[in-house]
């Protein structure tokens, strides 16, 4: 069964594409899901004026996220922590702490699932590279220095 999608569905194609899926797909999922529709001429003129702002869209993210790439690229963050022997640390730095300190300086929101680091427990230097949009990444420093 042909279908015009009307959302964004991952693997099948983007908003104003005209796809080819199963017919029981297509009428339990995409179909009640409003994510697609019967692609009659009228609905085929309508959504392609949406597929064009899509696309618009599409490129002002991307321009978006080389810019906020370009501004994270190299940033360091200092984290504070206790420390018992061995310059081991009581509370591990994980990816939510890194990902508050960029919304704290940068004021951008990132999901901590999009932020890749091993789990830093001793004092030093470390790395996290962040996954801002599709291939777009960003690598940042992480200093962990001992409480006073």
């Avoid at 796809?19 to 339990?28: L, M, P, T």
């Avoid at 002002?60 to 984290?79: I, M, N, P, S, Y």
């Amino acid at each position: 069964m042909k279908v015009l999608l009307t959302r964004e569905v991952a693997g099948l194609g983007i908003p104003g594409d005209v796809v080819e899926v199963k017919d029981g797909y297509a009428r339990n999922y995409i179909l009640p899901r409003k994510l697609g529709v019967v692609p009659t001429p009228h609905e085929l003129a309508r959504f392609g004026q949406l597929r064009s702002s899509y696309e618009a869209e599409l490129a002002d993210r991307h321009t978006q996220a080389h810019a906020l790439a370009d501004k994270l690229t190299g940033a360091e963050f200092v984290f504070t922590r206790r420390v018992h022997d061995a310059d081991k640390l009581y509370a591990t730095v994980r990816p939510q702490d890194v990902a508050k300190e960029i919304e704290d300086r940068f004021g951008v929101k990132l999901d901590p699932d999009r932020i890749r680091m091993e789990t830093v427990e001793t004092l030093g230097e470390h790395q996290a590279e962040l996954l801002l949009y599709e291939n777009i990444t960003a690598t940042v420093k992480l200093t962990v220095t001992p409480a006073a």
